[in-house]
């Protein structure tokens, strides 16, 4: 009899589940790109039930997580489609308007997640009680992001990327190092759903910013 117990190190693990992580997160950058070529020149009002889908996909991701895996990684592609068909009519108006500011854009979210990733990756130190703080930031954008449709504020679009930039520089931090110390590949779906968000975030951000603040209403 071979009572030979065959065990993965846990370092191999976590390459594993980084490799696995970032190959959805390539996945559904693609199928991101591909939405929004589809929805190139659908309405807002479209675009926003699409969000509304999305949205949906990404909450049965969470509770398909532990059950079926293949069940989540079919909602992460829909999550991946549905949320370029939503960002498709903003991407179209910036493409005609200011193409170039897509470019820059583009570039500086690559560098940002780039360094940002390798430096979450890398530390050692325990950033999980940032996350809550991080949290209620987000929060608090979100009711400032509120206040600049009422408000006219001076720099309140310029402020607002600003501060989003340095919000999801955090969450980006967290995250990376959340993949480094894991060892359930079962989570890379969630993880990549994450990681993409916030490089979703990061390019959106960069774009107001590049743009002069030039919106699509």
Do not use: C, H, K
């Not at 959340?178 to 993409?196: G, N, T, W």
């Amino acid at each position: 009899m071979d009572n030979t117990i065959t065990y993965r190190p846990a370092g191999l693990l976590s390459r594993t589940l980084f490799a696995q992580t970032m190959g959805y997160v390539a996945a559904t950058t693609g199928l991101f790109a591909a939405g929004a070529y589809l929805g190139r020149n659908l309405s807002g009002g479209a675009g926003l039930a699409a969000f509304v889908v999305a949205f949906a996909a990404l909450i049965g991701m969470q509770f398909a997580a532990r059950r079926n895996a293949q069940l989540t990684t079919v909602l992460l592609a829909a999550f991946g489609l549905l949320i370029g068909v939503a960002t498709a009519p903003t991407l179209a108006f910036y493409a005609s308007a200011d193409p170039q500011a897509l470019w820059q854009a583009g570039a500086a979210t690559a560098l940002f997640v780039a360094g940002f990733g390798a430096a979450g990756y890398a530390t050692r130190r325990d950033l999980s009680a940032l996350a809550r703080v991080l949290f209620w930031a987000l929060v608090g954008l979100i009711v400032f992001s509120i206040v600049l449709i009422f408000v006219n504020i001076p720099g309140g679009a310029l402020i607002y990327s600003v501060l989003g930039l340095a919000i999801f520089a955090g969450l980006i931090v967290i995250d990376f190092q959340r993949l480094r110390r894991s060892s359930d590949v079962e989570s890379a779906p969630l993880l990549a759903a994450s990681i993409f968000l916030d490089i979703l975030n990061v390019f959106l951000f960069f774009l107001q910013i590049f743009s002069g603040g030039r919106d699509n209403r």
